[in-house]
């Protein structure tokens, strides 16, 4: 299949002067178009970094970063601006609450992106945020309303209908459930998945819960401390995770069906191994 997202070696430095440092180390990866790719990672690992080099937002030190085959890691200043504003790539954050104007309707969020464009008419617009809402199944009694006067799930609900109103090809989901509840999370989840089948966007889905990721993602990217250290099926990687960091993240899993605790041990022996494996940096560890 062709890729959609194609990043390629990418190494990306940040920090000025002598506190520059190099936060991914040649990572690789691939969206195809209608696939959800989860990227996987904790805190720092660099997954942010990943999702910013993808907008164009940080400069590669080497390495490329393709969207339907156009390089855009090279970008700068018009080139940059337009690729942005062309909407091919949209980024959904955590908290909708930040990412979305207060004082802004959510009728004006929705249609935002199209007005920037311009050339639309009041009635196109109208029906452009009635089918956006349609889409996420947000209640049209909500559209004169503001984003303090919704529930987190209806916000993160609009965010998404924004991201799609401007046709990308590829959604970047920024841990876009973790601030929401276990029902809301599933219905918001499930959206991203009818989204993905009714109009074949790729979606690169950024989490630390690989709870989240089951039922969702088709393939599943684990990054540790800037490097991609095993891909995989959703199913592989959750059934047979062969990284000691990856089988370290399976065995926080927790499961209804657990009667047991995860074993201590198991977990210390895992992350000690982790541990030996990240001091010896230089050396190939990853299982990609
Ligand atoms: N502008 C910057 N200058 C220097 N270092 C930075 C900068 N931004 C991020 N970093 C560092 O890069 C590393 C990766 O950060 P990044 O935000 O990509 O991680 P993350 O995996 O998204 O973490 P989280 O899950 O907490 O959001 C961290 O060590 C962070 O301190």
Same mark, same amino acid.
Request: aromatic share 2%; net charge neutral.
């Given at each position: 299949?062709?890729?959609? /997202?194609?990043?390629? =070696?990418?190494?990306?430095?940040?920090?000025? +002067?002598?506190?520059?440092?190099?936060?991914?180390? =040649?990572?690789? *990866?691939?969206? &195809?178009?209608? !696939?959800?790719?989860?990227?996987?990672?904790?805190?720092?690992?660099?997954?942010?970094?990943?999702?910013?080099?993808?907008?164009?937002?940080?400069?590669?030190?080497?390495?490329?970063?393709?969207?339907?085959?156009?390089?855009? #890691? +090279?970008?700068?200043?018009?080139?940059?601006?337009?690729?942005?504003? =062309?909407?091919?790539?949209? $980024?959904?954050?955590?908290?909708?609450?930040?990412?979305?104007?207060?004082?802004?309707?959510?009728?004006?969020?929705?249609?935002?992106? *199209?007005?920037?464009?311009? +050339?639309?008419?009041?009635?196109?617009?109208?029906?452009?945020?009635?089918? &956006?809402?349609?889409?996420?199944?947000?209640?049209?009694?909500?559209? %004169?309303?503001?984003?303090?006067?919704?529930? +987190?799930?209806?916000?993160?609900?609009?965010?998404? &209908?924004? &991201?799609?109103?401007?046709? %990308?090809?590829? *959604?970047?989901?920024?841990?876009?459930?973790?601030?929401?509840?276990?029902?809301?999370?599933?219905?918001?989840? !499930? /959206? /991203?998945?009818?989204?993905?089948?009714?109009? #074949?966007?790729?979606?690169?889905?950024?989490?630390?819960?690989?709870?989240?990721? =089951?039922?969702?993602?088709?393939?599943?990217?684990?990054? $540790?401390?800037?490097?991609?250290?095993?891909?995989?099926?959703?199913?592989?990687?959750?059934?047979?995770?062969?990284? @000691? $960091?990856?089988?370290?993240?399976?065995?926080?899993?927790?499961?209804?069906?657990?009667?047991?605790? @995860?074993?201590?041990?198991?977990?210390?022996? /895992?992350?000690?191994?982790?541990?030996? *494996?990240?001091?010896?940096?230089?050396? %190939?560890?990853?299982?990609?």
């Amino acid at each position: 299949m062709t890729e959609l /997202l194609n990043v390629s =070696g990418l190494h990306v430095a940040l920090g000025r +002067g002598r506190r520059r440092t190099e936060i991914l180390h =040649g990572v690789d *990866l691939t969206v &195809a178009p209608g !696939e959800i790719v989860g990227l996987i990672g904790e805190t720092g690992s660099g997954k942010t970094t990943l999702a910013r080099a993808v907008l164009g937002l940080s400069q590669a030190r080497s390495g490329t970063v393709t969207i339907g085959g156009h390089e855009v #890691g +090279g970008l700068r200043g018009r080139a940059l601006r337009a690729f942005r504003r =062309g909407g091919a790539v949209q $980024y959904v954050f955590q908290d909708p609450l930040r990412s979305l104007d207060p004082d802004r309707t959510v009728f004006d969020t929705l249609v935002e992106g *199209l007005v920037v464009r311009g +050339g639309h008419s009041r009635a196109e617009l109208r029906d452009a945020a009635h089918e &956006a809402a349609r889409l996420v199944s947000l209640p049209l009694d909500l559209l %004169p309303r503001h984003p303090g006067e919704l529930s +987190g799930g209806q916000r993160q609900r609009v965010a998404i &209908a924004r &991201a799609i109103a401007v046709g %990308p090809r590829l *959604l970047i989901c920024d841990e876009p459930v973790s601030a929401l509840d276990a029902s809301t999370r599933i219905t918001i989840l !499930e /959206l /991203l998945l009818r989204l993905r089948e009714s109009h #074949g966007i790729g979606v690169l889905l950024i989490t630390h819960d690989l709870g989240s990721l =089951g039922g969702v993602a088709d393939r599943i990217v684990v990054l $540790y401390q800037g490097q991609v250290v095993e891909t995989g099926t959703t199913r592989d990687i959750l059934l047979a995770p062969r990284h @000691p $960091y990856t089988r370290l993240l399976v065995t926080s899993v927790p499961s209804i069906r657990d009667e047991e605790p @995860p074993d201590p041990e198991l977990r210390r022996a /895992l992350r000690d191994e982790v541990h030996a *494996l990240a001091t010896h940096h230089s050396a %190939p560890w990853s299982l990609t």
